[in-house]
């Protein structure tokens, strides 16, 4: 049973057929003078239509009379029409006369008709006596049949003589086989206005162009990272690109190639032209041309122009062209529009999105449900999407199923995944290998892993390899990996730079009254970095060198906000600055924050403040506290204190 709308499908599929083989064919017509004269004339198109029916009658009464070159016109205008019965028997009776377009063209008409060997044997007629169109097409014939000497040959013959398809053809034929000649005819073709011969010509100049950049054996980086997985609420990246080799900010000779194909229509050419101009920074034109190529088809195009919509600030639109790049199959605009709706809080329309782009061949999908599923708590379900997507390859997924397992208590379970991350370039994984053998005692290796991911770029990685240089007195290599971790953004970093170049200042001389006040050294603006990152002993070290410079007021603003935060030294530095003031009242209730946080030298103030006050059993609770705490110095101090405190009492 077949249903209507089947019946329609293979009517109009019937239709296309046989609009791509007249489209085919017209590639290879070689018209005959009074064709050509009348397809140049640019007229309206009612008179196009008037013209052709009045050339064609003229032809018509000429060919009847016996004249070749009007029965050769007429059969290629009706060839052109798709009239093969009618052009069949003017074409064989001019070709009969010696006429070489209408040999070749009665080859075409044959070969339409499924005769290629007989269309084969007129197309020669016609090469042989000079037809470049036919050359060209009995070159692809030998080609189909793997003929490549013959076909060769003849194509060859079909370019030399200045066609652009034969020129093309044989730069195909050519690049196929890794020859150099290859690029002289895609550039012969290109002159002539042949778009796909121009954008294969840039793709061949920026490739040339990126390995001499590189070399011949260094597999180098790419200008932009291919598109990765798009966590709710990520970014991501717009069509990928081979570095170019050329000084920036310069359009190259590949681009002015794809430029010219790119204007004649060529939308992957577009697509190409966007990504480089976008590359550039140039994103108003970048967008015309993605919009070019999206509105001829092209998926990934759409999918880039909703990045550069959403980067401007205008979603709604990205979600239009991402739905409509979704639909004919893009993964990663189906990914955006997951993590759109996630960002949302849908959950179910991300999911939904994020299956699309997974059933579209696209692993980042797997990936993301992963993230959506662990964001819900949902970790069976994390597991067996993040597994999904680990066995296709995907590098963080295997890092991140290699975590779940480690939370599970799996730490041997967990390694072989975190492995397979790291070998496969995964930063996080082979920092996340280094936790896993630290954990283990095993500090060599750990630090093998650390290193490996300090190397990429990562952060807590340097800042570990950092820690590691100093505890083995390696002062120069500590040095270098903490600036990049604390350049990275780490304060622990940060302070442990600052401690290291603390301990290389001179001792300050004695102060000198009215002296001007020293810059802040290099180690204090790293201290004031971890400082400003809430590191509460980069806090407490600020406000100890603000008050060496005299700077009260700073030191009590950091000294509080340490305290505040938790740090006992910061409480007790903060209630020394206040009883200098006068405040002890104040200065007590930061002293006894810090005594009861373990800070023996608090107590003993605390101490002594009761003792002053007359309070001598309080005074004996925090002698007693401050023995406990230490250190010996403080202890010995409030042991006396409270021996005498005691005398008192029972005097």
């Known amino acids: 049973m077949v249903f209507m709308g089947d019946r329609a499908t293979l009517l109009e599929t019937g239709r296309f057929v046989q609009r791509h083989a007249r489209n085919a064919a017209d590639e290879i017509i070689e018209a005959a003078r009074a064709v050509d004269a009348i397809l140049d004339t640019a007229t309206p198109a009612d008179a196009d239509t008037e013209n052709e029916t009045e050339t064609e009658a003229r032809h018509r009464r000429a060919a009847e009379n016996g004249d070749v ?16 019965d009618g052009a069949e028997p003017h074409l064989r009776g001019a070709t009969s006369e010696g006429d070489r377009a209408a040999a070749n063209n009665l080859g075409v008409l044959l070969h339409q008709r499924g005769y290629a060997e007989e ?5 020669r007629v016609a090469a042989v006596a000079g037809s470049a169109p036919a050359a060209h097409a009995l070159g692809r014939h030998h080609r189909e049949r793997g003929d490549e000497p013959a076909a060769e040959y003849w194509l060859r013959q079909a370019a030399e003589q200045g066609h652009a398809l034969g020129a093309y053809a044989l730069a195909d034929l050519l690049e196929h086989r890794s020859d150099v000649g290859a690029e002289r005819w895609l550039r012969a073709a290109a002159e002539q206005g042949h778009r796909e011969a121009a954008y294969r010509l840039a793709l061949a100049l920026e490739r040339r162009a990126t390995e001499t950049t590189r070399g011949p054996h260094d597999t180098g980086t790419r200008l932009r990272v291919p598109a990765a997985a798009i966590a709710p609420g990520a970014t991501a990246p717009g069509p990928a690109l081979p570095a170019t080799g050329e000084p920036a900010g310069g359009p190259t000779e590949a681009e002015q190639w794809f430029r010219q194909a790119a204007a004649r229509g060529h939308r992957r050419a577009a697509l190409h032209l966007g990504a480089l101009l976008e590359h550039r920074g140039e994103l108003k034109e970048a967008g015309r041309w993605y919009l070019s190529s999206a509105k001829e088809g092209e998926a990934r195009a759409a999918c880039a122009l909703g990045f550069l919509l959403r980067d401007a600030g205008d979603e709604e639109s990205a979600a239009v062209w991402w739905l409509r790049a979704a639909q004919d199959g893009d993964g990663n605009a189906a990914n955006a529009l997951g993590a759109l709706h996630a ?9 939904r999105w994020y299956r699309a782009a997974m059933d579209a061949g696209d692993v980042n999908g797997a990936y ?21 997507a680990a066995y296709a390859g995907h590098r963080e997924a295997a890092n991140a199923l290699a975590v779940l397992l480690l939370q599970a208590g799996d730490a041997n379970g967990a390694e072989p995944w975190f492995s397979k991350a790291a070998e496969a370039g995964s930063v996080d994984a082979a920092f996340n290998l280094g936790i896993l053998h630290a954990g283990r005692d095993d500090d060599r290796t750990a630090l093998v892993w650390y290193e490996r991911a300090a190397a990429a770029g990562h ?26 971790a604390a350049g990275g953004g780490s304060a622990e970093a940060a302070f442990r730079l600052a401690s290291v170049l603390d301990a290389r200042r001179p001792e300050p001389g004695p102060a000198v009254l009215g002296a001007p006040q020293d810059e802040k050294s290099e180690c204090e603006e790293w201290y004031e970095r971890a400082a400003e990152q809430g590191h509460r002993r980069a806090q407490v070290r600020v406000g100890m060198l603000a008050a060496g410079r005299g700077d009260l007021a700073e030191a009590a603003r950091w000294y509080r906000e340490a305290a505040e935060a938790g740090s006992r030294n910061g409480a007790f530095n903060l209630g020394l600055l206040l009883a200098r003031e006068g405040s002890e009242r104040e200065a007590a209730l930061w002293w006894t924050r810090a005594a009861r946080a373990g800070h023996g030298r608090a107590a003993l103030r605390l101490a002594l403040l009761a003792a002053r006050r007359g309070e001598l059993t309080e005074g004996r609770h925090w002698c007693a506290r401050a023995v406990e705490l230490g250190p010996a110095e403080v202890a010995e101090r409030a042991a006396r204190l409270s021996e005498a405190l005691h005398q008192e009492l029972t005097a």
């Open 69 to 84: 070159p009007a029965m050769s016109a007429l059969g290629a205008l009706l060839l052109r029409r798709g009239d093969l």
């Open 119 to 123: 269309a084969a044997g007129w197309w």
């Open 343 to 351: 960002a949302r809080g849908e959950q179910q329309t991300a999911e």
């Open 368 to 388: 993301n449900l992963g993230l959506l599923c662990a964001a819900q708590d949902r970790i069976p379900q994390a597991e067996q999407w993040y597994r999904r």
């Open 459 to 484: 952060t807590e990685a340097a800042l570990q390899v950092g820690i590691a240089a100093l505890r083995d007195g390696d002062e120069r290599t500590a040095e270098r990996h903490l600036r990049c």
